[in-house]
């Protein structure tokens, strides 16, 4: 009898234990919360903006080989988002090749200069909202502006095409020349000198820079930009992750390219 009391009581026990809410985790067990840093706040307390850029990109990125200098319509975009963030810029030299890379390793915080959104770089890195529309074009010497105005009449035998390394411009011109010769020319900013002295006939650009350089080059003229082969827009990229530093720089973009800004630094490079 004693025995049926004890195992009775034993049993209430453990229905109780059973019923009872599970003691919390100790703090040491549980998993502190990921804390992530934007730069919307590490930026204005080093007072330093990094800048990705390949500067040899006229109109939008130019790195003067005499001092050193930058200059470009999205030089001066960047100068002002610096100053919004009460930061100044510091300029990091990259290539078109490594750009996104450059970005992704955290060697800067923002890319700029011309760069066109695609979607092998929006998997690693954010784009702002554009900063302008664009696509590819082609760019030959005057007296051959009616040879050269489809990717038929350029993808011919004895035709020569040139392009810079690296970028879309290279993308395009490997995907569509298959007949032609395509000469790689690593310098960007020489480039239009091998239309001019007639070692190339065409380079197929965005519509922006083939504008540019017929402005500056009297002896080059641009394709229909206005209809360009392709669709694409430029932007600003940022790192992945970091949603409050994009969110700033869409607002910033937003703001420039409605109230006049954007267009006021086009003006001084196109018109």
Same mark, same amino acid.
């Given at each position: 009898?004693?025995?049926?009391?004890?195992?009775?009581?034993? +049993?209430?026990?453990?229905?109780?234990? @059973?019923? $009872?809410?599970? @003691?919390?985790?100790?703090?040491?067990? @549980?998993?502190?919360?990921? /804390?992530?840093?934007?730069?919307?706040?590490?930026? #204005?307390?080093?007072?330093?903006?990094? +800048?990705?850029?390949?500067?040899?990109?006229? #109109?939008?990125?130019?790195?003067?080989?005499?001092?050193?200098?930058?200059?470009?319509?999205?030089?001066?975009?960047?100068?002002?988002?610096?100053?919004?963030?009460?930061?100044?810029?510091?300029?990091?030299?990259?290539?078109? $090749?490594?750009?996104?890379?450059?970005?992704?390793?955290?060697?800067?915080?923002? !890319?700029?200069?011309?760069?066109?959104?695609?979607?092998?770089?929006?998997?690693?890195? /954010?784009?702002?909202?554009?900063?302008?529309?664009?696509?590819?074009?082609?760019?030959?010497?005057?007296?051959?502006?009616?040879?050269?105005?489809?990717?038929?009449?350029?993808?011919?035998?004895?035709?020569?095409?040139?392009?810079?390394?690296g970028g879309t411009n290279e993308q395009f011109a490997r995907t569509h020349i298959k007949q032609a010769t395509l000469t790689v020319h690593p310098d960007n900013t020489t480039i239009f000198d091998e239309i001019v002295e007639g070692r190339a006939d065409v380079m197929m650009t965005d519509a922006s820079e083939t504008r540019y350089q017929a402005k500056i080059r009297p002896e080059l003229c641009s394709v229909h930009p206005e209809e360009?082969?392709?669709?694409?827009?430029?932007?600003?990229?940022?790192?992945?992750?970091?949603?409050?530093?994009?969110?700033?720089?869409?607002?910033?973009? /937003?703001?420039?390219?409605?109230?006049?800004?954007? !267009?006021?630094?086009?003006?001084?490079?196109?018109?």
């Amino acid at each position: 009898m004693k025995r049926a009391v004890t195992l009775s009581a034993l +049993v209430c026990l453990l229905a109780v234990t @059973a019923a $009872a809410p599970s @003691a919390p985790a100790t703090p040491s067990a @549980a998993k502190p919360p990921k /804390h992530h840093r934007s730069l919307l706040d590490s930026v #204005p307390e080093r007072g330093v903006l990094r +800048v990705c850029t390949t500067g040899d990109y006229r #109109p939008f990125t130019y790195k003067d080989p005499k001092d050193g200098s930058y200059s470009g319509i999205d030089i001066d975009m960047t100068r002002d988002l610096a100053r919004s963030l009460d930061a100044s810029p510091r300029f990091v030299d990259s290539t078109w $090749a490594r750009l996104v890379g450059d970005l992704s390793a955290g060697r800067c915080d923002i !890319a700029v200069g011309g760069v066109s959104i695609t979607l092998s770089r929006a998997r690693q890195v /954010h784009f702002s909202e554009p900063t302008r529309t664009d696509g590819k074009t082609p760019i030959v010497r005057c007296e051959d502006k009616d040879r050269f105005r489809t990717l038929e009449e350029i993808d011919r035998p004895g035709t020569r095409v040139v392009v810079n390394p690296g970028g879309t411009n290279e993308q395009f011109a490997r995907t569509h020349i298959k007949q032609a010769t395509l000469t790689v020319h690593p310098d960007n900013t020489t480039i239009f000198d091998e239309i001019v002295e007639g070692r190339a006939d065409v380079m197929m650009t965005d519509a922006s820079e083939t504008r540019y350089q017929a402005k500056i080059r009297p002896e080059l003229c641009s394709v229909h930009p206005e209809e360009p082969f392709t669709f694409s827009e430029k932007a600003f990229a940022t790192p992945r992750g970091d949603e409050e530093f994009l969110e700033y720089v869409d607002q910033f973009v /937003h703001l420039a390219t409605h109230d006049g800004t954007y !267009a006021r630094y086009e003006s001084q490079w196109m018109d």
